[in-house]
């Protein structure tokens, strides 16, 4: 799990860690509705860097399918 925390008003970029053959899922996002997902219904998260918009939390889980 990686966990994600913008406490300030506007968005901000966060790099990401990588792990060789694995890449990221969004299991919460705050900014959305609704902010939970199912393992099966999980956002795949493109590149090496994710935007967090301002007041939100993300969490992220490191998967290999």
Known sequence: LYV????GTG???FQLPSFKGEHWRVAVDTA???G??????QPHVPGD???VE???VMVLE???D
């Open 11 to 13: 968005p901000q970029l």
């Open 32 to 34: 959305q509705v609704p």
């Open 49 to 51: 860097s994710l935007q």
């Open 54 to 56: 301002g007041r939100c």
């Open 36 to 41: 939970v997902y199912e393992p099966g219904d």
């Open 62 to 64: 490191s998967r290999t």
């Open 4 to 7: 994600l925390l913008n406490m």
